[in-house]
T-cell receptor
Framework: EDQVTQSPEALRLQEGESSSLNCSYT??????LFWYRQDPGKGPEFLFT???AGEEKEKERLKATLTKKESFLHITAPKPEDSATYLC?????????????FGKGTKLSVIP | DSGVTQTPKHLITATGQRVTLRCSPR?????VYWYQQSLDQGLQFLIQ???????AKGNILERFSAQQFPDLHSELNLSSLELGDSALYFC???????????FGPGTRLTVT
């Protein structure tokens, strides 16, 4: 069974204080690892897809990296508008479908 | 705005009742997914359709069913509702299945 564990559950940062969120995963074969951002009461917003170990992707203050067992979402000099819950999900290449298995998320609060 | 639309936004109903949630995918997307999000369980995959055909089932209860119509919109039917069915229900769509999924704004279901 696919498993995704995100840590920490919650993170408070001062504006400008860089940090990283962790996503550890267990799958029979990784088709893709996805990062989403979710604001309260809203649908998840797609951020990145990573397919193989060593791959990196960047968007504004966010950078996602992937190893064979985990992914990191690095946040550089965050701003209050980066406050949200960040979700990690995996897609198993061994499964017959393309369903996503999600972690429970990291709730990020950026304090001005 | 992801391009995925869901109606209604909110739904309040009583135990034992039946409701229908509706989803229109992004233009050009053939795959539709349904997910349930509750506070304790996180985002859980329910079911996937591809071009009108059921592709995969997750932990979907027998009281729940779904279909995808020729115009590619999808409906999720929930019957014999229980208090524990109260949750956010999200629809997502993708072009094929292996690519990223884009989520709608969700339907908040409250069962009283």
């Amino acid at each position: 069974e696919d498993q995704v564990t995100q840590s920490p559950e919650a993170l408070r940062l001062q504006e400008g204080e860089s940090s990283s969120l962790n996503c550890s995963y267990t799958v029979s074969g990784l088709r893709g690892l996805f990062w989403y951002r979710q604001d309260p009461g809203k649908g998840p917003e797609f951020l990145f897809t990573l397919y193989s170990a060593g791959e990196e992707k960047e968007k504004e203050r966010l950078k996602a990296t992937l190893t064979k067992k985990e992914s990191f979402l690095h946040i550089t000099a965050p701003k209050p508008e980066d406050s949200a819950t960040y979700l990690c999900a995996v897609q198993d290449s061994g499964a017959g479908s393309y369903q996503l298995t999600f972690g429970k998320g990291t709730k990020l609060s950026v304090i001005p | 705005d992801s391009g995925v639309t869901q109606t209604p936004k909110h739904l309040i109903t009583a135990t034992g009742q039946r409701v229908t949630l509706r989803c229109s995918p992004r233009s050009g997307d053939l795959s539709v997914y349904w997910y349930q999000q509750s506070l304790d369980q996180g985002l859980q995959f329910l079911i996937q359709y591809y071009n009108g055909e059921e592709r995969a089932k997750g932990n979907i209860l027998e009281r729940f069913s779904a279909q995808q119509f020729p115009d590619l919109h999808s409906e999720l039917n929930l019957s014999s509702l229980e208090l524990g069915d109260s949750a956010l229900y999200f629809c997502a769509s993708s072009v094929s299945g292996a690519d990223e999924q884009y989520f709608g704004p969700g339907t908040r279901l409250t069962v009283t």
